[in-house]
């Protein structure tokens, strides 16, 4: 089946330990995406990856890490969370040639920061 | 800087009404406007995408409108079920920003039996 893996899907956690979310999609798709849900705000775009070894900043990119080393996995880090990022947090996909594919999403992870 | 607005925030209908939800957004630079389903505990699911160079999307009981110039994009819903129950965002493709996607805050829909 095809699908977008968020882990965890809960996490609760202090202020300035580090976590890391995995997301991995079996789609082979090239464009990967992070995106956190606000009340009140939508969703914003964190960071974006066009493909392997190539990352860029979104909308809302501060205090938060990404890397791609390989094409199905896209970690977002958190080197030392602070509750401004509790949140809902999306990873996406898409075929990345054509940003007329549709965007698959996770099922998000919830993160409390405290 | 891009603005998307969804109208109404809410809407509760009795099963078996058609509804129209709307969207707005203000730069008509988009690669393309997407409809998404969200449902609690839930990813969003892509429910129809309208290229820019296109004017409606159907699928099934759904169908999506898009004009560019105006800046709008509605949302029909036939014969509504209480499966549609859901929050439906819209969301534009922007030009020149990663395939990054501007949301709108959501029409929160209950379809009651």
């Known amino acids: 089946e095809a699908q977008v893996t968020q882990n965890p899907r809960y996490l609760i956690t202090v202020t300035g330990k580090k976590l890391t979310v995995t997301c991995s999609q079996n789609?082979?798709?090239?464009?990967m995406s992070w995106y956190r849900q606000d009340p009140g705000l939508g969703l914003r775009q964190i960071y974006y990856?066009?493909?392997?070894?190539?990352?860029d900043k979104g909308d809302v990119p501060e205090g938060y890490k990404v890397s791609r080393k390989e094409k199905r996995n896209f970690p977002l880090i958190l080197e030392s969370p602070s509750p401004n990022q509790t949140s809902l947090y999306f990873c996406?996909?898409?075929?990345?040639?054509?940003?007329?594919?549709?965007?698959?999403f996770g099922d998000g992870t919830r993160l409390s920061i405290l | 800087k891009q603005e998307v607005t969804q109208i109404p925030a809410a809407l509760s209908v009795p099963e078996g009404e058609n509804l129209v939800l709307n969207c707005s957004f203000t730069d008509s630079a988009i690669y393309n406007l997407q409809w998404f389903r969200q449902d609690p505990g839930k990813g969003l699911t892509s429910l129809l995408l309208?290229?820019?160079?296109?004017r409606e999307q159907t699928s099934g009981r759904l169908n999506a409108s898009l004009d560019k110039s105006s800046g709008r994009s509605t949302l029909y819903i036939a014969a509504s079920q209480p499966g549609d129950s859901a929050t439906y965002l819209c969301a534009v493709g922007r030009v020149n920003s990663g395939y990054a996607l501007n949301f709108g805050k959501g029409t929160s829909l209950l379809v009651t039996p």
């Open positions: 309208i290229q820019s160079s296109q």
């Open positions: 996406a996909s898409s075929q990345g040639t054509d940003p007329n594919q549709p965007q698959h």
């Open positions: 789609m082979n798709h090239e464009y």
């Open positions: 990856s066009m493909n392997v070894e190539v990352t």
